[in-house]
């Protein structure tokens, strides 16, 4: 894909993301992206639509976020939060590893990434109303899936502050983006899913990721994504616009 002058007459800027604020997916990118203090354009899709853009650049699976690098586009969330680390690697402190440098430690990693995509997002969808299900029982899942990520936690962070240790890395993002839907569904279908009596130490990393200076402006807050879903309920229903 070439690069094309925008509607202003400008060129594009090298770096632009294709998303929508309230999925969790597109905000994986933005703070891989400001972690990394890379400066970037968000090209906000329009909810229940596809821009030509969209469809031009991820022909596969037509679903966003994509990330257009000198106008070169690569989808998939954590796909591209890993492109972003390799490409802007850790230099002098200014901008931290994602991954962990050790084999293992990307592997535990990418596990648990992987187990966040298939345990929180199907049970979000049904709290939110967007699929069939009985919401008690998935309640119920996700608690017991969100215990398994304290206790990956407490091995991960070695008594850090983060999955990553020090910093926010692969493991956070993947998990953090989903914060502000978790608190959502809590309001939309009247469960407790992130208490701090049952997960107290992954409620205080949860306060902690959401207030990092990366993340604050990117994660939605939990009313904004209530709204949301009431002013594009119908579309939710037909339409996966939690794209990964």
């Known amino acids: 894909m070439s690069s094309t002058n925008n509607s202003s007459g400008e060129p594009p800027a090298a770096v632009r ?12 990118v933005v703070v891989a992206l ?12 329009t909810v229940g639509k596809k821009s030509e853009l969209l469809l031009r650049s991820n022909p596969v699976h037509k679903k966003f976020p994509v990330l257009l690098h ?4 690569l989808p998939e969330s954590l796909v591209i939060v890993e492109y972003v680390d390799e490409v802007w690697p850790a230099s002098n402190g200014a901008a931290p590893a994602i991954l962990p440098r050790d084999p293992h430690g990307r592997a535990v990693e990418r596990f ?8 929180i997002l199907p049970g979000l969808r049904v709290l939110r109303g967007s699929v069939a ?32 240790g020090d910093s ?7 998990l953090g983006s989903f914060l502000g839907w978790i608190k959502a569904v809590e309001k939309i279908a009247s469960v407790e899913l992130l208490n701090e009596t049952k997960l107290p130490i992954l409620a205080v990393w949860a306060d902690r990721f959401c207030a990092h200076p990366a993340v ?25 616009v939690l794209p990964k």
């Open 17 to 28: 993301v294709l998303g929508g604020w309230a999925s969790p997916f597109t905000n994986r």
């Open 34 to 45: 400001k972690l990394k203090g890379v400066e970037h354009e968000l090209l906000q899709e």
């Open 70 to 73: 000198h106008g070169n586009p």
């Open 112 to 119: 648990w990434a992987r187990y966040v995509d298939d345990k």
């Open 133 to 164: 299900g009985d919401k008690d029982q998935t309640a119920g899942e996700m608690s017991t899936a969100l215990q398994r990520l304290e206790e990956a936690f407490v091995k991960c962070s070695q008594g850090k502050e983060y999955f990553g």
């Open 168 to 174: 926010i890395g692969y493991l956070d993002i993947a």
């Open 216 to 240: 604050v402006d990117v994660v939605p807050d939990a009313d904004k994504l209530v709204e949301f879903t009431v002013q594009y309920g119908a579309v939710l229903n037909t339409v996966n």
